[in-house]
């Protein structure tokens, strides 16, 4: 049996660039685990999208054997965490499955936003934090200063972290002697009642879905009934394992403080979710691991194919990218001027994002996606109440008793030195000030209530910008509270887009309807005949725009006295624009529409 204190379960955290995926190479690489050959160039993060946005989506883990220099072998659990704040919930479940983490900090640049608040997110969890300044190679490396530095700001000893160069493989040793004399062996009795973490999970065509776990107490074996505390789903495993740098190793089970795997034909990752607790079915525990949350999706917008009679390849694409992302949720739409097209559920706007490249990239689509929207409750006249997350459904005004939008708990992390950029851009996003609290003489903790609406538009991004990517955001959703809200139609030659819709809070509306109108008139081409743009709240129109009438001569070309042929191309033009009109609407290129959703999610 597996001798439980020779086990270390750690993650790397760092700020972005400073080097952490180059370390999980070179220590993978130490550990003899993979020859450099064999070994793709970022193992960990084994995404295409992910290596070429160079973030990490979804949490993975790898076992390593490691022969310290006292001459015991050790098993180490080196596990991955994604670094964005829509996926913040994972990070949380990858850190509660370690006693450790190792903070890479850049030799040249020191301490940075993201080193601060991956701190304290494994500080929350009460992780064994192990500093290393990496990069010492370069010329500007000052590393006795920046151990100075985590000293100072962080409050880590770190005159003894070790001192390397990921690139040059130079010292990557010591940070192996580190964790596992200073992060300390887990605990957890396995011969308890089974409690296993589950911190991700990831779909199979063959194997069905692969489920990835730390036991915390008890046993799992092969064979086992088992049953997720949260969703109630039962299995019997098929197989468990370990992860090993270059696949899975089956083994007859696996004990509390360790990480691996298990099969149990699983049809859906939605029985699986990340944070719920794995227990027998024959000697359940008493209750689940804490800080299970059901994914929740945040943010909602329509997506179409560009040519319509994709529809259904679009459905299967979604169907399959839903059996391994258990926060994506869909279902079908329809729209005038799109076609037929389902309206999407995602986590945030870089889940939004991540799943419209995956749709492009992996099932060769072109998508149209229509405006992003967040839930709204609407108590109707007639006392019953609707959830909205499409526009295109929003009552009449006249039928509307009460609006109301979604609240979130937001929670930023920021030096002091940036309060007062933060809560000017707060309060302009309509956030309530709550409290603010010191964590430390650097470190403020500084709590809104905020409408989620104007948190999914870039508010992470305008927040990073102005705290020079300091301030870290965490938020939750916490209330449903009534808003002033309208629904802004947006007309073409007089008819409306019902993909351009959008509701919004009264005051934004104004604002958000003319950015909109101009971006139009920027990207829609010139027609043979005047098309006037324009906003409306119910009949009122709030904003115009006017793309002038192409001023092409059709007859220019005509020498002599055909009149045939002239009279050929002026009915032409005629028919040109009743095709317009009698369409019901102007023909926009779909580059020019897509243009326009994109760029109105930067505001
Ligand atoms: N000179 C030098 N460059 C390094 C060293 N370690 C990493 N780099 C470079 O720094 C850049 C970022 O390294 P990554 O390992 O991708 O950093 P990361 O923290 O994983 O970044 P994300 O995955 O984007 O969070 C790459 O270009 C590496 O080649 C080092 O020791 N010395």
């Keep these: 049996m597996t001798d439980q204190s020779k086990i270390r379960n750690f993650s790397i955290i760092a700020h972005i660039d400073h080097g952490k995926s180059t370390l999980s190479d070179r220590l993978i690489e130490l550990c003899g685990a993979v020859e450099q050959r064999e070994m793709e160039s970022q193992l960990l993060d084994n995404m295409d999208l992910e290596r070429e946005r160079g973030i990490t989506i979804k949490a993975r883990a790898v076992k390593l054997s490691y022969k310290a220099l006292d001459?015991?072998?050790?098993?180490?659990?080196?596990?991955?965490?994604?670094?964005?704040?829509?996926?913040?919930?994972?990070?949380?479940?990858?850190?509660?499955?370690?006693?450790?983490?190792?903070?890479?900090?850049?030799?040249?640049?020191?301490?940075?936003?993201?080193t601060l608040a991956n701190t304290y997110l494994a500080m929350e969890h009460d992780l064994e934090i192990r500093p290393v300044v990496n990069k010492i190679d370069l010329p500007a490396a000052d590393p006795a200063r920046v151990k100075q530095e985590i000293e100072d700001v962080i409050g880590l000893e770190a005159q003894d972290a070790p001192e390397i160069s990921a690139k040059m493989g130079i010292n990557i040793q010591a940070v192996l002697e580190d964790v596992v004399h200073h992060v300390p062996a887990p605990d957890g009795d396995p011969k308890a009642p089974l409690k296993a973490l589950i911190f991700d999970s990831q779909y199979d065509a063959y194997r069905g879905v692969i489920v990835f776990f730390r036991v915390m107490e008890g046993t799992v074996k092969t064979g086992m009934p088992i049953r997720m505390m949260a969703s109630g789903a039962q299995y019997e495993v098929i197989e468990c394992g370990h992860l090993l740098p270059l696949g899975m190793e089956p083994c007859k089970e696996l004990i509390a403080g360790e990480v691996g795997y298990l099969t149990a034909s699983i049809k859906n990752v939605?029985?699986?979710?990340?944070?719920?607790?794995?227990?027998?079915?024959?000697?359940?525990?008493g209750e689940a691991l804490p800080g299970y949350r059901p994914a929740q999706a945040m943010v909602y917008c329509?997506?179409?194919?560009?040519?319509?009679?994709?529809?259904?390849?679009?459905?299967?694409?979604?169907?399959?990218?839903?059996?391994?992302?258990?926060?994506?949720s869909f279902e079908p739409e329809s729209s005038a001027a799109l076609g037929f097209g389902f309206r999407c559920g995602f986590l945030g706007m870089l889940h939004m994002e991540i799943i419209q490249e995956r749709l492009e990239r992996e099932f060769d689509l072109d998508l149209i996606t229509t405006l992003p929207s967040v839930i709204y409750q609407i108590t109707k006249t007639d006392g019953t109440v609707v959830m909205v997350d499409n526009p295109h459904n929003y009552p009449d005004v006249g039928a509307i008793a009460t609006a109301?939008?979604?609240?979130?708990?937001?929670?930023?992390?920021?030096p002091p030195d940036y309060v007062g950029n933060i809560m000017p851009l707060c309060q302009d996003r309509r956030g309530e000030f709550k409290d603010m609290q010191y964590l430390d003489t650097n470190l403020v903790e500084i709590h809104y209530s905020m409408p989620l609406g104007e948190i999914i538009y870039d508010f992470f991004d305008t927040l990073k910008a102005r705290t020079k990517g300091y301030a870290s955001l965490d938020y939750e959703l916490s209330e449903y509270r009534p808003s002033e809200l309208v629904k802004v139609d947006l007309l073409l030659n007089g008819d409306q887009v019902d993909a351009l819709s959008f509701i919004a809070h009264r005051e934004k509306a104004y604002p958000r309807a003319r950015r909109l109108c101009e971006k139009l008139k920027d990207n829609i081409p010139r027609q043979l005949f005047e098309v006037p743009i324009q906003a409306a709240i119910g009949g009122k129109v709030i904003a115009r725009e006017t793309i002038k009438a192409m001023r092409k001569d059709v007859l220019a070309k005509c020498y002599g006295g055909d009149i045939t042929r002239k009279k050929k191309l002026l009915e032409k033009q005629k028919e040109g624009k009743k095709k317009m009109r009698s369409l019901g609407s102007v023909q926009i290129p779909t580059e020019a529409f897509m243009a326009v959703l994109k760029l109105d999610e930067e505001n």
């Design 71 to 114: 001459g015991e072998t050790y098993e180490l659990n080196l596990i991955d965490t994604p670094g964005h704040v829509d996926f913040n919930y994972e990070v949380s479940r990858s850190l509660a499955a370690c006693e450790g983490a190792v903070l890479v900090v850049d030799a040249a640049q020191g301490i940075e936003a993201q």
């Design 270 to 285: 939605k029985d699986t979710r990340v944070g719920d607790t794995i227990t027998g079915v024959e000697r359940p525990a």
């Design 302 to 328: 329509g997506i179409y194919t560009e040519d319509g009679s994709k529809f259904p390849d679009l459905r299967d694409a979604l169907e399959k990218l839903q059996l391994n992302d258990a926060s994506l």
């Design 404 to 414: 109301e939008e979604p609240y979130a708990k937001v929670s930023i992390i920021a």
